[in-house]
């Protein structure tokens, strides 16, 4: 549950939310705690909702997309967003080490890290960017569209991150923390 805003429960919950809640249930098999957080608010739920399906039909793998989310919690500091997606990440073929390289920027694909490193510069400095990084992330084979999308993962994570931090979101999935790295209990 989360202790600053409510997480709704969906056997009660009416309306366009508890519509969207069902979506959710059909779709994943269960309701993740963000979602109850977000079905406070219809329209941020469908925002969020909708955002993700556009994001998903992009150019980049579902994989490269839990690489930059996890890269994007980590500088956002979100411990649930960190859980939610190592747990998804697995799902999509990382394994533990490349979970904990990609918090970090890093990856042993050149391609991927410069990537990942673009999206951690664009969350930390919140868009402003240099020209030098916009130079690297071209340099690493991303085209114009690409940095577009790869600030399109920046604008859906750091929704998120934002949302969990407001509402302090209990963590519903194997629980990571920013800032640790290896084994956790």
Excluded: W
């Excluded at 309701?31 to 219809?42: D, E, T």
Aim: aromatic letters at 6%; proline letters at 2%; charged letters at 20%.
């Amino acid at each position: 549950m989360s202790t600053r805003i409510e997480t709704l429960n969906p056997e009660t919950t009416t309306g366009k939310s508890k519509e969207l809640f069902d979506a959710v249930q059909n779709k994943l098999g269960f309701i993740p705690n963000l979602i109850k957080v977000f079905g406070n608010s219809p329209v941020t739920l469908q925002s969020y909702l909708s955002l993700g399906e556009l994001n998903g039909n992009g150019n980049f793998s579902n994989k490269f997309r839990e690489q930059l989310a996890l890269a994007i919690a980590e500088e956002n500091t979100c411990n649930y967003c960190l859980s939610a997606h190592t747990a998804i990440g697995k799902m999509n073929g990382l394994t533990e080490s490349e979970i904990e390289e990609n918090r970090q920027g890093a990856s042993s694909d050149a391609k991927v890290q410069a990537g990942l490193q673009f999206a951690k510069s664009v969350t930390r400095n919140r868009g402003n960017v240099t020209s030098n990084d916009i130079q690297a992330v071209k340099e690493a084979g991303y085209n114009d569209g690409d940095i577009l999308e790869i600030v399109l993962n920046v604008v859906a994570n750091t929704l998120t991150n934002y949302v969990n931090h407001i509402a302090e979101t209990e963590i519903d999935f194997p629980k990571v923390e920013a800032g640790k790295f290896g084994v956790q209990a």
